[in-house]
């Protein structure tokens, strides 16, 4: 702990002038432990941009399921290399025990800040690399490549790394299916609909009409039948925590399995929100002593309220047990 509050002192003391960036260089990095995440939820989605000390401080401390470090939007172009080195030398002094999914939100493969973003931040090991404006399957087949390569120089456990997208762009709406399948690493992919609807030429205020209601629900059906979390947008008023809560609960009815959060009060509604509710807690206590008497009688399954309960039903019995409880 004391290391890390050296080193936001450090990276303070740069942004305000009274230290070179050479500072931040020289900070010791070291071998933390990373361990998978064992969260199978992804109720609230944080995002703090690697410039934001203030913020970087707590951020562990929060209680969201998915962190995402940013250095594309919102982390103007003259402080990406300052964020880049923060996040890095952060991470690279930080343990992740698996309660929280660890993502590093980096720019399009399109644009000059790619290729740093990666070689400087993959050393760092996340849960996640999650690229803004994925507009084809060979945006996801290019990152997949250089992830892979780098895992097996360094031999880290094969598909550690997953992959995230932001679905931000009129063609990679048209062509979800195709980029959901181009790799095996994606685990979650979030609907930015605000760039999305300025690439259409379109005001936010169609967000709330059929065309917003519409891609939500394509976002939703496709994610899921990949096997991924989608992930809702941002809720950009911050302090309207009852909009917020309103728009969490129409999206929680859609499918969706969390939301992008930009404020820690938002993570306490969308963990609210998007927890097991009480009747699907009851359901999973039932579901797991009746499965457990059949083990204990030498069963591999057993019905339940009209159901086939086996073992991976089981297992999500526990899951919304466990969580039930965060």
């Known amino acids: 702990m004391e ?27 070291g071998m933390p432990e990373r361990r998978p995440v064992e969260n199978p939820f992804k109720r609230s989605a944080l ?8 913020h970087l401080r707590k951020v562990f401390s929060r209680p969201a399921d998915v962190i995402i470090f940013n250095v594309e939007d919102g982390v103007s172009e003259e402080n990406k290399p300052f964020a880049r080195l ?20 980096i720019n399009p493969i399109d644009s000059p800040f790619f290729y740093d973003d990666l070689t400087e931040l993959l050393p760092a090991l996340p849960h996640a690399i999650r690229l803004s404006k ?51 690493r994606i685990n979650a992919v979030y609907l930015g609909v605000l760039d999305l609807f300025a690439e259409l030429s379109l005001s936010q205020k169609f967000q709330s009409g059929k065309l917003g209601e519409f891609l939500r629900s394509s976002f939703v059906f496709h994610s899921r039948s990949h096997g991924v979390s989608p992930i809702a947008p941002a809720y950009q008023d911050y302090k309207d925590l009852e909009g917020f809560e309103r728009e969490a609960k129409k999206e929680k009815v859609m499918g ?50 009209g159901k086939f309960i086996d073992q991976p039903i089981y297992k999500n019995a526990l899951n919304i047990l466990r969580f039930s409880r965060s």
């Open 3 to 29: 290391r890390l509050d050296e080193l936001f002192d450090t990276a303070d003391a740069v942004l305000e002038g009274r230290e070179s960036i050479d500072r931040l260089y020289e900070f010791p990095e």
């Open 47 to 54: 995002i703090v941009s690697g410039d934001r000390v203030k």
């Open 134 to 184: 994925v507009r084809s399957p060979e945006d996801v087949v290019t990152l997949d490549r250089i992830v892979s390569a780098y895992e097996l120089s360094r031999g880290v456990e094969k598909r550690f790394i997953k992959i995230q997208l932001s679905v931000e762009t009129p063609q990679s709406v048209e062509r979800l299916p195709e980029i959901l399948s181009a790799s095996e």
């Open 256 to 305: 969706f399995a969390g939301k992008m959060c930009i404020s820690v009060k938002q993570v306490e509604v969308a963990n609210r929100v998007f927890s097991p509710s009480e009747e699907e807690i009851e359901e999973a206590k039932e579901i797991v002593r009746i499965y457990e008497k059949a083990l204990k009688e030498g069963r591999g399954g057993v019905a339940c309220n």
């Open 86 to 105: 923060l996040i890095r030398k952060l991470l690279l002094n930080a343990d992740f025990d698996g309660s929280k999914e660890v993502v590093i939100r």
